[in-house]
Structures are given as C-alpha cells and as structure tokens.
C-alpha cells in the first residue's frame, strides 16, 4: 500500500455520491506496503478502504474481489468489498479501477509473540482448504518462476560480484526442484505483519488479496514464516517456527512432499522478496506517499537458509 496517484477530498466526495456508504469526512493516504494507491476513508457511515490499483486489470481485478467474498463467505476475517449504487464493486478514476473495502479493527504488530504466531498459522491454514467459487489455476502467480529468472537477469549487472554470485547459484538450484508433489491452490503469497491485523493478541483480521494466486500451499507457509519467525538478523527464531507449524497442522496436515520440500522452499521464498525489493529499489516510481522496503533484510533470511545446506555438504 501506497500513494502513487493522488485523489483530492472533492473527488472522494464526488466518489461517495455513487455509493451508500455515506457522507465523505476525511481521507488519509496509506504508506505501508508497495503496490497501490491506498487511502482509509471515514464517512457519516463508517471507515473503509479505498484502493486504486496501479498494475491490476479489471479482469484480474474481478477475480480478487470475488475470492475477497468467497473467504469472507467462509469466515475467513477479510476485507469485504462494497458494492456502489449500481451494484458494481470496481469503478475507475484517472483511467485506474478502484474499489471500496470494509476497514477492519485492528492494528499491525511489530514483534510477534506465540499467541500471534499461532492465530495467524491457523487463519492461513483456514484460508488454504476454503472452498471457492472461482477456478484456482485462473488466478497466475505473476512472480513465479518465468518472473525470478527475468527478474534476476536484470539485477545482475546492478550487484556486486558477491551478490550476483548468490543469485545464479539459487536459480540453478531451483530450477532442478520438482514441485508437483506438493499441494497446490490459491495462496495469500505476501501475509507480512502489516498484512495482519490485532486486538491485543487476537487476529482481526488478514488484508491486501492483491497478490494472491494458484501456488504451492508450503510455498505460502514459507513466505509468511520467513516474516513472521525471523529475527532482527534474518535468522528463524526455533520456538516461533515450531509454534506455527504446529499450529497450521491442527488444521491442514502437511504431507511428506511438504516436509521434504521445507527447507529449499524456505530459500525460494526469501529469494523471491529479495528479487522484488531489489526490483522496487532500482526502479522506483513516483507517488506522493512510497515505501520502499530494504532488500538485505531477504538476503540476510535466504543467507540464512543456506548456511545449514552448505555444513550439511561440507560434514559429508
């Protein structure tokens, strides 16, 4: 979440004339996250969020919006997305698709505890055997494996030797992992802290769809570990770890494809951050509220992850 494209007070206001979600208050530009345009809006009626979407088509967009309602259909604790007077959930403005989502209680938190690791471990693993209307394969990751090798040709000559050095030894070794074994469905693919939303240490609620797509389920377990049972120094914190994947198993048991799987799956999922914010830090773009996020922070994590490969190697 960001401010790319500015939206005045009056043209909010002009907005909410063809919504019944009341009389426009105030604004607020949202600075958190990378990807879109986003505002809390307060109106007579209530709080939401309003977002514009700066890469998204209609059609994509269309397709998050429904899985939005499917999971929040199931109970899942989501955003739910309002229709306008003409019972559209997407408009444009600017030539750019907007929607308006509930804003739910809450606020994110900055270290975890047990508690929080837990609740979030079971609302993913919720998440992950919901039942929806829309086809699974419909949804493309769009950072799968053609974007991680395009990606990294493109940072390469933008790194040093050492850096670049990491980089093509984790392509090869992904590109001999088979994956077919593993579970696969949609995935929420970018479940960071400030994608998660507490009341003391009860989970209101989990936000930004956005990314969503078909995946590996333990590729979605290993980004949102590698966010939430790390330390300061990109290394995983054992009892975090272990309280979470205990906790997703009280759910949705993982197979032994998965269990197999962990640990370069774990590398895949820091690499693909680490690609993403070296990407956004060499190509910025302009808005008025940015947040740019620090790409060593993943390289510290996927550093992190090798090093018990290489001892592995080395003991041998």
Known sequence: MSVYTSISDKEFSEILNFYDLGDFIRSQGIQAGIENTNYFITTTKGEYVFTLFEKINQNELKLYLSLLQDLSNAGIACPQPREDINKHVINAIKNKPFTFVTRLKGKNVSSVN????????????KLHITPLSISPQSLQNRRGKDWRENTAKKMLNKLSNNDSELLLSELEAYRSFDDSDLPKGIIHADLFKDNALFENDQLSG?????????DNYLYDIAITVNAWCTDENGKLVEKLMNTFLKSYQTIRKLTTAEVNAWPIMLRMAAM???????????????????????????????????????EAINSE
């Open 114 to 125: 047990l508690m929080q690791c837990k609740a979030i471990a079971v609302e993913l693993a």
């Open 206 to 214: 989990i936000i930004d769809f956005y990314d969503a797509c078909y």
């Open 272 to 310: 693909r951050f680490w690609l993403s914010r070296l990407e956004d830090s060499f190509i910025q773009r302009e808005g008025d509220l940015t947040h740019c996020k620090e790409p060593k922070e993943y390289q510290r994590i996927l550093q992190n992850h090798i090093k018990p490969v290489i």
